[in-house]
Structures are given as structure tokens and as C-alpha cells.
């Protein structure tokens, strides 16, 4: 009797190891490649607290940072050049939805998200940028789309985050123009707890 007892709790054990549950928390963070809609290149870090408000449906708020640089044209390297920085901040809350396939450890999701975001954008020209005073921040509501898979504990997503144009200002924090803030994103990450993508 106690020989089932335990096989009976080692199954129940793996059972739990092996399967996101409802109700339990998870926690993952994104790194990633940031491509502005006009042009550019960027880099961005997410962390995101889940809870599953179902097996295969998380609701999220994503905290994440985003640095990209645009029109950038050097002259000389790497003191002569001109062109845009651009950086956010944003505190979204998301949705996530994923599609268990068969008994493997593979669950493609879509998600969506709506949020707040700290925006800043800048011309600079050469090393003139430490000259730079009087900046200030635009804030927007902006929503997101994204999908990927993720395999076991790891993430492979993509996303597009639907920023308003804000102001562009000189580093002097004038406003010269307005600067796109519209961005593609590539991610790769984990995350922890929540059980895993596995035996059902």
C-alpha cells in the first residue's frame, strides 16, 4: 500500500512539473532587436509577471525598456555624425494565448497588450550631445501585438508596438519636429514558474 501511495504521488509530481496550471504564476523576461518603421536599429529588455487565469491563457504587465537609434549617418568615427536617438519606457497590461499542440513541449501563443509609454526623442550632431539640456518626455497609451512559440521554459516571439509620434527636439530641448515611434520587435527569453510546456 504504501509502495502505490508513493508511485501515486511521484505521478501527480511529475504531472504538476510538467503542465501550466491555472491559477499559478509565472514570470519571464524578453531580450531583443528593436526596428523603428522608418529606419534603424534598437535594442530592448522586458520582464513581465503573469498570472494563469487559465492553462493556456496568461494576463500580464509587461515593464520593459527600449533604446534605438535612426538616421544615423557618421562622417567620421566615432566623434562626426548626426542622426535620431529615440528611447521609451512603458508598463503595459497583456494577454497571452497559447495553443497546446498534441502532448509535446511546444505551444505557439498570440498575445495582445495596451499601455503607457515615457517617450523620448532627440537629433544630435557629433559630440555635441553633452551639451545637452532641458530634455523632456512624452507620455502616450499605445497598443501592442505580438506572437512566437515557446519551447519548454524558452521564447522565440516577435511583436509590434503601435507608438504615437511625439515630439523631436535638439539637444537644447527645443522641439524641431516629430520623431516616429512605431516599432518592430524580435525577442528571445524565459521565463520561470507556472509549471512547463510538457506531458497534459
Known amino acids: 500500500m504504501k509502495k502505490l501511495l508513493s508511485v501515486l504521488i511521484a505521478l501527480v509530481a511529475i504531472?504538476?512539473?510538467y503542465a501550466q496550471q491555472a491559477g499559478r504564476?509565472?514570470?519571464q523576461m524578453d531580450l531583443g532587436f528593436a526596428a523603428p518603421k522608418n529606419g534603424g536599429i534598437g535594442a530592448l529588455v522586458h520582464v513581465e509577471p503573469q498570472v494563469l487565469l487559465l492553462d493556456n491563457?496568461?494576463?500580464?504587465?509587461r515593464m520593459g525598456a527600449t533604446g534605438m537609434v535612426k538616421?544615423?549617418?557618421?562622417f567620421e568615427i566615432p566623434d562626426d555624425y548626426d542622426g535620431e536617438?529615440?528611447?521609451n519606457l512603458s508598463v503595459s497590461g497583456t494577454a497571452n494565448y497559447y495553443f497546446k499542440l498534441n502532448k509535446g513541449?511546444?505551444?505557439p501563443y498570440v498575445g495582445a497588450g495596451f499601455g503607457y509609454y515615457a517617450l523620448g526623442n532627440v537629433e544630435v550632431q557629433g559630440d555635441h550631445f553633452e551639451d545637452a539640456e532641458n530634455l523632456q518626455a512624452n507620455f502616450a497609451w499605445?497598443?501592442?501585438v505580438r506572437l512566437g512559440v515557446e519551447l519548454n521554459k524558452f521564447r522565440l516571439g516577435a511583436e509590434y508596438n503601435f507608438v504615437p509620434s511625439s515630439n523631436l527636439q535638439n539637444v537644447s530641448g527645443e522641439v524641431i519636429g516629430r520623431a516616429t515611434n512605431e516599432y518592430f520587435a524580435f525577442t528571445l527569453g524565459f521565463f520561470v514558474g507556472g509549471g512547463r510546456w510538457g506531458r497534459l
Not at 538616421?71 to 557618421?74: F, G, I, N, R
Open 57 to 61: 491563457l496568461a494576463l500580464g504587465l
Open 25 to 27: 504564476f509565472r514570470y
Open 15 to 17: 504531472q504538476t512539473a
Open 85 to 87: 536617438l529615440a528611447a
Open 71 to 74: 538616421d544615423v549617418t557618421y
Open 105 to 107: 513541449n511546444l505551444a
Open 142 to 144: 499605445a497598443p501592442m
